[in-house]
């Protein structure tokens, strides 16, 4: 019962040992019944290894050893120390980046180069962010009480707070809540998605090796519905934060109602519409668009999976977005992800794959839909799927409804401003939405008319983690990143200080 294996990525010339087991008290350790899952390469479909799936024993070990560090130690820590320890794994990420790029796109089939650095980049980013952010993002308010009596309220952290994270950004993903949970000064017990576990699984040790206590990051890996019910169902569980599918938040939701009502931050799936105006400028309109819906195969809860543009500029508009992708949207030589070339990977899993193409075959076939393929997949091997638009499709269609999470957008036309808004909030989610004008009054009105946490104008799918990030609708509850990344983490405690009347 292997706890290690040596892997090596060739594109990198790295040899490494990939820890397998769960990570309980700053150890790796087997699973209670020896269970594994098998991990695979989603561009070669090649076998990678397999690591321990954590039991619900597994996940209740993981409860325990995270709340024993809270009460004996994590909790009297300042934040100071704890923004300390921040900055330290930020440097020791830094030190390991490539190992951890490469390790991304083995596992996920990133591009290297154009996606998976710049995810490892952004870890960093998160968690210096958050470091600095422990001593400054927690402090509470003094009442006006009155001469007898001071009162305040203190921002505390909740305890043990457990992460279900998802497969498209996989150590990001999982940084942009864990770095704001700690810096807020909670324990952690953090499910990875089952397919791609082995960046986060490595991670722990660095965690460890930054200084963080036994017991403060607990990592289990497992299937949902094993490990991630169970601590979403856990009794001494306090609160816990997914990213995920819409149907799986719903069910987080009704687990942590049926448990111990444990607070919950939900960022779920997203359809995001984007408007642009016969003032826009076009080329610059395009570049947003195809990185909004090409970046990472598509996989993106912010993808700008619905395009509107106004009729009068719509085949200038189609023959520009046509010419931009085939330029700048490519799987590169041999389909290899670790090609510089390479800006499009494969989709994670060939249950993904059939998912985006039951999309494309409903949407060419039952729907009867006019679908252009802005790209070839020649080889057969690997979970890749074309660049693909639909044209003119109708608003009630399935494609229009539901989110694909592949590289797959509609792009139909509206005649004026009142009927695009109309079609950009007739939507279930409320992750983003965008709009593409130079007229700033327009832009202005859609930042108000928009039904989504976060509005775009003049791009797409931007980077900016010191802006709150979530949903409204179904997209989910909660913000992660800037200023909310931390108090989502912290609870807040009125106290009333009497310090006049010795008795009542
Ligand atoms: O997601 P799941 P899947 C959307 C996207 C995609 C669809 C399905 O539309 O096509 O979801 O992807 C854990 N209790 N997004 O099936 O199942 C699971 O192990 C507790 C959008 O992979 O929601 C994994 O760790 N946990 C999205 C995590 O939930 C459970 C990112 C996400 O898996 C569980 C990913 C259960 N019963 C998919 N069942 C985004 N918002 O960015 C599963 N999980």
């Given at each position: 019962m292997s706890l290690f294996e040596e892997i090596t990525i060739q594109q990198v010339g790295i040899t490494y040992k990939q820890p397998l087991g769960l990570f309980i008290n700053n150890e790796y350790t087997a699973s209670s019944d020896g269970g594994k899952i098998q991990t695979i390469n989603p561009a070669t479909e090649e076998y990678i290894t397999s690591f321990y799936a954590g039991t619900e024993e597994d996940a209740d070990r993981a409860v325990v050893a995270a709340r024993e560090a809270f009460e004996n130690h994590w909790r009297k820590t300042s934040p100071k120390e704890r923004g300390d320890l921040l900055y330290k794994l930020?440097?020791?990420?830094?030190?390991?980046?490539?190992?951890?790029?490469?390790?991304?796109?083995?596992?996920?089939?990133?591009?290297?180069?154009?996606?998976?650095?710049?995810?490892?980049?952004?870890?960093?980013?998160?968690?210096?962010?958050?470091?600095g952010a422990a001593d400054k993002f927690n402090q509470g308010n003094i009442s006006s009480s009155n001469h007898d009596k001071y009162g305040y309220s203190l921002k505390v952290p909740y305890g043990v707070v457990a992460h279900v994270i998802p497969w498209n950004y996989p150590l990001l993903?999982?940084?942009?809540?864990?770095?704001?949970?700690?810096?807020?000064?909670?324990?952690?017990?953090?499910?990875?998605?089952?397919?791609?576990?082995?960046?986060?699984?490595?991670?722990?040790?660095?965690?460890?090796?930054?200084?963080?206590?036994?017991?403060?990051?607990?990592?289990?890996?497992?299937?949902?519905?094993?490990?991630?019910?169970?601590?979403?169902?856990?009794?001494?569980?306090?609160?816990?934060?997914?990213?995920?599918?819409?149907?799986?938040?719903?069910?987080?939701?009704?687990?942590?109602?049926?448990?111990?009502?444990?607070?919950?931050?939900?960022?779920?799936?997203?359809?995001?519409?984007?408007?642009?105006?016969?003032?826009?400028?076009?080329?610059?309109?395009?570049?947003?668009?195809?990185?909004?819906?090409?970046?990472?195969?598509?996989?993106?809860?912010?993808?700008?999976?619905?395009?509107?543009?106004?009729?009068?500029?719509?085949?200038?508009?189609?023959?520009?977005?046509?010419?931009?992708?085939?330029?700048?949207?490519?799987?590169?030589?041999?389909?290899?992800?670790?090609?510089?070339?390479?800006?499009?990977?494969?989709?994670?899993?060939?249950?993904q794959y059939d998912r985006v193409s039951g999309y494309l075959s409903h949407g060419k076939e039952t729907e009867k839909l006019e679908a252009i393929e802005l790209g070839v997949v020649k080889n057969g091997i690997g979970f890749f799927v074309p660049p693909t638009i639909f044209i003119n499709v109708p608003q009630d269609s399935k494609l229009c409804k539901e989110e694909i999470f592949g590289p797959v957008a509609v792009i139909s036309t509206f005649k004026n401003y009142d009927e695009a808004v109309a079609l950009a909030n007739d939507s279930d989610y409320g992750l983003a939405s965008c709009i593409f004008t130079e007229n700033v009054r327009k832009a202005n009105q859609f930042v108000r008319d928009?039904?989504?946490?976060?509005?775009?104008?003049?791009?797409?799918?931007?980077?900016?983690?010191?802006?709150?990030?979530?949903?409204?609708?179904?997209?989910?509850?909660?913000?992660?990143?800037?200023?909310?990344?931390?108090?989502?983490?912290?609870?807040?405690?009125?106290?009333?200080?009497?310090?006049?009347n010795p008795s009542f």
């Open positions: 930020a440097n020791i990420v830094e030190r390991e980046k490539v190992l951890l790029a490469a390790l991304e796109t083995l596992d996920s089939g990133k591009p290297y180069h154009s996606n998976s650095l710049g995810d490892i980049n952004e870890v960093i980013k998160v968690t210096r962010y958050f470091a993903m999982a940084c942009w809540k864990l770095q704001g949970c700690l810096a807020a000064g909670n324990c952690i017990v953090v499910k990875p998605a089952e397919n791609t576990s082995l960046s986060l699984l490595y991670f722990a040790q660095l965690v460890k090796e930054a200084g963080f206590p036994p017991g403060v990051f607990n990592v289990v890996p497992g299937y949902g519905p094993v490990a991630g019910s169970r601590l979403a169902l856990h009794p001494d569980v306090d609160k816990i934060g997914f990213t995920g599918s819409t149907a799986v938040g719903k069910k987080i939701m009704s687990m942590a109602g049926q448990s111990n009502l444990k607070d919950v931050t939900l960022e779920c799936g997203g359809k995001t519409a984007a408007i642009v105006l016969d003032d826009a400028i076009l080329e610059d309109a395009i570049d947003w668009l195809t990185l909004g819906i090409f970046f990472n195969s598509g996989q993106n809860c912010t993808a700008n999976s619905r395009i509107y543009v106004q009729e009068s500029i719509f085949d200038e508009f189609l023959s520009k977005f046509k010419e931009n992708t085939f330029k700048n949207w490519k799987f590169g030589n041999n389909y290899d992800p670790f090609d510089p070339e390479c800006t499009m990977g494969p989709l994670i899993s060939k249950v928009a039904r989504s946490g976060t509005v775009y104008v003049n791009c797409s799918n931007e980077d900016d983690i010191s802006l709150p990030f979530g949903g409204f609708k179904m997209s989910g509850i909660g913000r992660e990143l800037g200023y909310a990344g931390m108090e989502s983490y912290l609870q807040l405690k009125s106290v009333h200080m009497n310090i006049g």
